[in-house]
C-alpha cells in the first residue's frame, strides 16, 4: 500500500515537472512587468505607454493586442484614432485593472463604457483610457493634470483597488523607471523564492 502510494505521489510530481516545462517550451509566459517596447520612462510620472505601439502580449492569460494612440492611450485594434472632437469626452485613470491586458480592448472597461454612452447619448465618445500597470493615485493625480492641460472633460472617473491603491504619501513627483529587457528562462542559482521567481 505504501508502495502504491509512493509511486502515485512520484507520477504526480514527475507529471506537474512534465507540464511545465511543455508551457515554458510550447507556450512560454511573458511576465515582465515593464517590456521596452510597450513603456517608457517619463519625468514625472515614472512611466507610461509609448505612443503608437501595436504588438501582442501575454500576461498569462493568452495572446492580447495592444494598440496606443500618439499620446499612449490604449485604443481599439480596428478602430482609428479619432481626429475630431467627440461630443462627450471622458478621462479615465487606474492602473492594470483599467489597463486590462489580459483581455482585448473592446473587452475592457474603458471601451465598454464608451459603448454604452454613445447608445445611451447617441453622441460621438471619447474615452481617454490613460491606465498603466503599476500606477497608484499619485500617478494619476499627474496624469489628470497632464489631460486637463490639453482636453476639455465632461466627466472624469479614476478606478481605484483598495488592494494596492492606498498610499500614504503624496508626491510632488516620480522618477522615470527604466523598462526590464525580456529575460529568458534560466536554472536559478539559488534555491531562495525570489531567485526562483527571478528565474
Do not use: C
Not at 519625468?43 to 505607454?49: A, F, K, N
Not at 453622441?123 to 483610457?129: K, R
Amino acid at each position: 500500500m505504501a508502495k502504491n502510494i509512493l509511486l502515485i505521489l512520484a507520477s504526480l510530481v514527475m507529471s506537474l515537472v512534465v507540464g511545465e516545462i511543455l508551457v515554458h517550451v510550447v507556450h512560454p509566459q511573458q511576465l515582465v512587468v515593464l517590456r521596452p517596447d510597450i513603456w517608457q520612462p517619463t519625468e514625472g510620472l515614472g512611466w507610461r505607454h509609448r505612443e503608437f505601439v501595436n504588438t501582442v502580449v501575454n500576461t498569462g492569460e493568452g495572446l492580447v493586442h495592444l494598440k496606443t494612440d500618439s499620446e499612449g492611450r490604449r485604443i481599439n485594434i480596428a478602430r482609428p484614432e479619432q481626429q475630431e472632437e467627440p461630443a462627450i469626452r471622458v478621462l479615465v485613470l487606474g492602473d492594470s485593472f483599467l489597463e486590462a491586458l489580459q483581455v482585448e480592448n473592446e473587452e475592457a472597461i474603458a471601451e465598454l463604457l464608451r459603448r454604452g454612452l454613445e447608445e445611451r447619448y447617441t453622441a460621438s465618445v471619447g474615452v481617454d483610457n490613460t491606465a498603466v500597470a503599476g500606477w497608484d493615485p499619485n500617478h494619476y493625480l499627474f496624469q489628470a493634470k497632464a489631460s486637463l492641460a490639453k482636453y476639455r472633460y465632461d466627466l472624469g472617473i479614476v478606478f481605484l483597488f483598495v488592494g494596492n491603491d492606498i498610499v500614504r504619501n503624496k508626491r510632488a513627483g516620480l522618477l522615470p523607471r527604466e523598462p526590464e529587457s525580456h529575460q529568458h528562462w534560466r536554472i536559478p542559482h539559488a534555491f531562495t523564492r525570489k531567485e526562483i521567481i527571478d528565474a
